[in-house]
């Protein structure tokens, strides 16, 4: 079955940075875009970024531009965001999600994996 | 940038009543090529990662019970539960994709049993 599991989270002071993983299993990783969402304490969900199934396009909010990395390591079934220069305003539960299309652009997101928190606190 | 919104922001209905979320885009999600809104609903329980209801503005997906529907085209979208069951209670999202691949989720709307 298809599983999404992400690791990483943790407490971090503002500035610093942070490398979440999302691991995958139970589908052809290399055919899927991979979606990060986020969402922060008593706030909706927030769309953070997505990777092409080939890792050739990457695209992010507007919110974490030029401080986010997405990338991906198709032979080990796994996505990573790089998180540099933290804000107390990026607190929240991040999640992974497989987009829906195969080879698609980014659509829907039809599998999530439970979550990581990351803190970003002094 | 695609602005997504929700009316309610939050509900209360009975058990075994109808409950109806409507979702709304700041411009088409519409493609006339190919027939298609660019939209989902997605149900988020307290705990829980996020699931995937309806895509395509209407296509239930998978294991997603038939009490649950969708409508709409353009701008304008609706998801309703026709009778609510304790196990709703949840908060739901509408999520464009029209933009892809920048994708954008609605504010939500919180469900309850009154």
């Known amino acids: 079955q298809v599983q999404l599991v992400e690791s990483g989270g943790d407490v971090v002071q503002p500035g610093r940075s942070l490398r979440l993983s999302c691991a995958a299993s139970?589908?052809?990783?290399?055919?899927?875009?991979i979606h990060w969402v986020r969402q922060a304490p008593g706030k909706g969900l927030e769309w953070v970024a997505i990777?092409?199934?080939?890792?050739?396009?990457?695209n992010y909010a507007d919110s974490v531009k030029g401080r986010f990395t997405i990338s991906r390591d198709n032979s080990k079934n796994t996505v990573y965001l790089q998180m540099n220069s933290l804000r107390p305003e990026d607190t929240a539960v991040y999640y992974c999600?497989?987009?829906?299309?195969?080879?698609?652009?980014?659509?829907?997101?039809?599998?999530w994996g439970q979550g990581t928190l990351v803190t970003v606190s002094s | 940038d695609i602005v997504m919104t929700q009316s309610p922001d939050s509900l209360a209905v009975s058990l075994g009543e109808r409950a109806t979320i409507n979702c709304k885009s700041s411009?088409?999600?519409?493609?006339?090529?190919?027939?298609?809104?660019?939209l989902a609903w997605y149900q988020h329980k307290a705990g829980q990662p996020p699931k995937l209801l309806i895509y395509w503005a209407s296509i239930r997906e998978s294991g997603v019970p038939e009490r649950f529907s969708a409508s709409g085209s353009g701008t304008d979208f609706t998801l309703t539960i026709s009778s609510l069951q304790a196990e709703d209670v949840a908060v739901y999202y509408c999520?464009?994709?029209?933009?892809?691949?920048?994708?954008?989720f609605g504010p939500g709307t919180k469900v309850d049993i009154k």
């Open positions: 999600a497989r987009d829906g299309i195969p080879r698609g652009s980014g659509s829907f997101c039809n599998y």
């Open positions: 411009q088409s999600v519409f493609y006339s090529s190919n027939n298609k809104n660019y």
């Open positions: 990777i092409s199934y080939d890792g050739s396009n990457k």
């Open positions: 139970g589908f052809t990783f290399s055919s899927h875009a």
């Open positions: 999520q464009q994709y029209y933009s892809t691949p920048l994708i954008t």
